[in-house]
């Protein structure tokens, strides 16, 4: 199997515009900075940098990915459409399955993927990761890929399962503390606070 990650990734100056309240605009895109090179970097040591393709509008970032020996796909369109764009460029390089990471898992481990990859049931199949609240896909794992599969936004948890179900793919379900902590409420943020401050003691 030629597993691919593909992460979407907004320019750093916009991401998490929803902690605008608990942080200014230079610090919000420290943050989206650090949660990228976080992800990027495990998905990197797990599948290896020629195997991670990132898709995002902005193509500072998509030459940053290159020099990193990934690959990058330029689209400024909205989320699925981008992923769909992304997917098929990583089937053009030989991917016969794909991983899309969230940029925002400050806690995801080289583990988790192992883990999601270790689930894939025999192709067509699907492995899916909820987030804490069950609602959101924080992973998604595809084989084989299918372009026109992404149904990331409300209830995608849901709305993902019931579409790898209705494609005829069996599905299996992960749920791990790396895969389930994002980052997007000021909740989640001082929650993020609190974690690193324990871990650093």
């Known amino acids: 199997m030629h597993l691919w990650a593909i992460i979407p990734v ?6 998490k515009s929803r902690l605008a309240g608990v942080l200014d605009a230079p610090d919000r895109a420290r943050l989206n900075r650090r949660l990228f090179d976080h992800v990027f970097e495990t998905a990197a040591a797990a599948l290896g940098a020629p195997h991670v ?10 030459d940053m990915a290159i020099g990193r020996g990934a690959h990058g796909v330029v689209d400024a369109g909205e ?4 992923l769909s764009h992304a997917c098929r460029a990583a089937v053009a ?6 991983l899309v990471l969230p940029s925002d ?12 990859r270790a689930a894939l049931p025999p192709a067509p199949g699907a492995v899916i ?12 794992l595809l084989s084989p890929p299918l372009a026109d599969f992404f149904r990331f936004g409300p209830s995608s948890f849901t709305t993902h399962v019931q579409a790898a179900r209705a494609s005829g793919a069996a599905v299996e379900i992960v ?20 974690r690193v401050s324990t871990a650093v003691q």
């Open 93 to 98: 390089f030989g991917a016969s399955a794909i």
């Open 10 to 15: 907004k320019p750093f100056a916009l991401g």
């Open 129 to 140: 990761a909820p987030d804490r609240s069950g609602q959101a896909t924080n992973a998604l």
């Open 53 to 62: 393709m990132i898709v995002t509008p902005d193509a500072e970032l998509t």
């Open 105 to 116: 898992l400050p806690f995801l481990t080289t583990e988790d993927i192992a883990a999601l």
């Open 175 to 194: 749920r791990r503390p790396g895969l389930a902590f994002d980052l997007d409420t000021p909740e989640d943020y001082r929650d993020y606070l609190t």
């Open 79 to 82: 989320l699925n459409g981008a």
